[in-house]
């Protein structure tokens, strides 16, 4: 496991001391406390039971459950079918994730079938919550309820008849702006949970380490909102002057909820924009870490060109200034 990202919660036997659709409604305290401090925490938390529906929903009137499970699967399917579900629509890696149930069969038995998974008991859970000491930023906190805003934004796209027309009703902002030292932890998360839109060339430490050095570095960061919820700083990218009029990219992390939407285009032209970084030429080094091909092909479509022989990608400012971008995103400039 990189990073405790989601928790999938087994409900019989696990949040429940016993079955609900055998009437028992007590609260395991162990389960109740742990869910507490994940919410605290802003770790998504999903529910995989094999349950009626209705019954399930009762539980969830009776225990204010409605904005705690980001994701729920409750249907007499196989646990594990329920599991890829989970996975796949919150796009979340299973090596981010556990499975927590008190059954160390199930536990076993999903290990063996979706593979990259943790299976916890709650005191598993527990140790590593006491032995996890986090920084929780704004964004970290909002986790959960920025996927609930997604979750809105998906229904209401599959609504319309016009998917622009949709857009652009969103009013979606982008902000891009100076990095503060108050950015700091949340820049530190941007680079440490995103892998797939993550150039990948710096142990996180030491990309962490450069972004406060003097001298010809320029640091800036992207937010995003919109009609549904504010996201948060989204972006960020780390530049350094070469002395030859060349920006290079040290560091680049976009949050993987832009490109559901396809803003991950407009969000890196305008890091890129920003009043302060004015280079002729961009150029960055691009090493793949098993999950980031999706930014090499958001960095193609931006019109970044492989240099022959290296693993270095290139970018005119004449490119970056002739890019097209979407109609339906409002990009603005700003300080810290």
Request: aromatic share 6%; proline share 4%; net charge negative.
């Amino acid at each position: 496991m990189r990073i405790l990202k989601l928790v999938i919660w087994d409900l019989d036997e696990t949040i429940i001391a016993g079955a609900l659709e055998e009437g028992d409604e007590g609260i395991n305290p162990a389960a109740a406390d742990a869910m507490s401090q994940l919410r605290q925490r802003g770790v998504l938390q999903a529910l995989a039971t094999q349950n009626q529906p209705q019954v399930f929903q009762a539980a969830v009137d009776k225990f204010g459950w409605e904005d705690l499970f980001v994701q729920t699967e409750v249907d007499l399917a196989p646990k594990a079918k329920k599991l890829r579900r989970i996975l796949d629509r919150l796009g979340v890696d299973p090596l981010d994730a556990t499975l927590v149930d008190e059954d160390p069969f199930e536990r076993d038995s999903i290990t063996a079938q979706v593979l990259g998974i943790s299976a916890w008991s709650i005191a598993d859970l527990q140790a590593y919550i006491e032995n996890k000491t986090v920084t929780v930023t704004e964004e970290g906190r909002r986790r959960p309820a920025m996927y609930i805003e997604q979750q809105a934004r998906a229904r209401d796209e599959e609504a319309t008849d016009n998917y622009l027309d949709f857009l652009r009703s969103c009013d979606i902002r982008i902000k891009i702006r100076s990095y503060g030292q108050e950015d700091a932890e949340r820049v530190r998360e941007l680079l440490t949970r995103t892998h797939r839109m993550n150039l990948g060339v710096l142990p996180v430490a030491e990309a962490i380490a450069r972004l406060n050095q003097p001298g010809e570095h320029h640091v800036v960061v992207a937010e995003m909102r919109d009609n549904y919820g504010d996201m948060g700083r989204c972006g960020v990218i780390h530049l350094r002057a070469d002395g030859s009029n060349e920006g290079i990219i040290e560091s680049l992390a976009i949050s993987c909820r832009t490109r559901a939407r396809g803003l991950s285009l407009a969000m890196l032209a305008g890091l890129l924009r920003h009043p302060r970084v004015e280079f002729k030429r961009f150029r960055c080094r691009y090493i793949f870490n098993g999950f980031n091909r999706p930014l090499r092909l958001l960095l193609m479509v931006a019109g970044f060109k492989p240099q022959a022989g290296t693993d270095e990608l290139m970018l005119s400012n004449g490119q970056l200034t002739n890019m097209e971008l979407p109609d339906w995103v409002h990009l603005s400039y700003g300080s810290v």
